[in-house]
């Protein structure tokens, strides 16, 4: 199993969205594309999916019963998910809700009624924009390791031998 509870070579997408049959029909789609899919359709059940296991991706609704998509990238951002991508699905097209969008954390958007081609090119370029943050981290050197030897400390990263009553009496 791979970080997020899915097979390790199929980036997980979890579809945020009150409508059953759009909420199936991009489960549909994405799936038969190599993303492994969940769906959900509201905040709660948003939040509890990311509880069992963080998605790579999520598409999120604006406009959901009770929580809506704004409020759950916000807390996608906040929450100290791994990286996740996330593309909002939205039937507001005004530039002020774009904008909103992408100033919460949002990276990219697609406006309903939407072209399936077009989500899956979305996903993919936020899937591609996580597999290159992700390669970025950059983990903390470990400190560097002596190991006494008598009057010598041995530096095993730099294969040397130490002679520290040499360093002492200069």
Known sequence: MGRNGT?????????????PDLCAAVSDHLGRHGFSVRAVGDGAAFRAAVGRSAPDIALLD?????EDGLSLARFLRGAQVLTVGIVRVTAAGEVVDRVVGLEIGADDQVAKPFD????????????????????????????????????LNIDVAARKALDERASRST
């Open 7 to 19: 097979t390790p070579d199929k980036p997980s997408v979890i579809v945020d969205d009150d409508e």
């Open 62 to 66: 604006i406009s959901l019963p009770g």
């Open 116 to 151: 399936l081609r077009e989500l899956l090119a979305r996903v993919r370029a936020a899937w591609r924009k996580v597999e290159a943050a992700r390669a970025a981290v950059v983990l903390p050197a470990r400190p560097a390791e002596r190991i006494p030897f008598g009057p």
